[in-house]
């Protein structure tokens, strides 16, 4: 099983509405990331954990919380949003988190989240 | 934060072709990564190379990498319609504490395969 499963597919929020984006991989990877990618622009990395501890967070906003309650799932805890925050969000895993040979990062689908 | 820019922005070329897309970025890598992204799905890894390879290949990938000019490109040959997908490069960078790594992807390239 090679996969990342993302739920759900499609997600559309009011400003004051609190949702949650959920990832789950049982590829025994130790190292989850979620990415922001708006329309024709790359991925942008938020945040990444490595052994359950939030290693990085690239300074993203209060209003997404990650969770990571074990190895296994993600999740994105979304409150307050803005509509410019709608997107896609796509979850990954890695074996862990020191990227190289044998180590690459595998994709799910995303999330599309529209925010009105 | 390093950031790979890819060029061209758009690519059309018809099937059978060989295409061409290169990458540049800014600061040293350990490795750099080129991933595959069909409109609105998730990105595929598509081949890694190290900072120490020249050249690595892949069935119909050829990647080369140039870390005098900090530039990599990507050769798809023999293009089929089933490669039409943007494609992008990364370069990784390691957070402050060591623990984990970042990907910074590029602006990607749009390639279309006309049939």
């Known amino acids: 099983d090679t996969e990342v499963t993302q739920t759900p597919k499609h997600l559309v929020m009011g400003m004051t509405n609190k949702k949650s984006l959920k990832c789950e991989q049982h590829?025994?990877?130790?190292?989850m990331y979620w990415y922001k990618q708006k329309a024709k622009k790359p991925p942008e990395l938020m945040f990444v954990y490595s052994y359950e501890k939030l290693s990085i967070n690239e300074s993203v906003p209060s209003r997404f919380s990650p969770e990571c309650p074990n190895s296994s799932l993600l999740n994105l805890h979304l409150h307050a949003l803005q509509p410019e925050d709608s997107a896609l969000y796509l979850c990954a895993s890695s074996q862990d988190g020191l990227l190289g040979p044998g180590n690459t990062i595998y994709f799910g689908e995303g999330s599309w989240l529209t925010v009105v | 934060s390093q950031q790979g820019e890819e060029d061209p922005q758009a690519l059309s070329i018809q099937e059978g072709e060989n295409a061409t897309m290169n990458c540049s970025y800014k600061t040293s890598i350990n490795n750099l990564q080129w991933y595959r992204q069909n409109s609105g799905r998730g990105l595929v890894h598509l081949i890694l190379?190290?900072?120490?390879?020249r050249e690595k290949h892949s069935g119909r990938l050829r990647v080369t990498l140039d870390t005098s000019k900090k530039s990599s490109s990507l050769l798809i040959t023999a293009s089929r319609a089933a490669d039409t997908a943007s494609y992008f490069c990364a370069t990784d960078y390691r957070d402050s504490g060591g623990g984990a790594d970042g990907l910074t992807f590029g602006k990607g390239t749009h390639l279309i395969i006309q049939p």
């Open positions: 590829m025994g990877h130790r190292a």
């Open positions: 190379i190290r900072s120490n390879e």
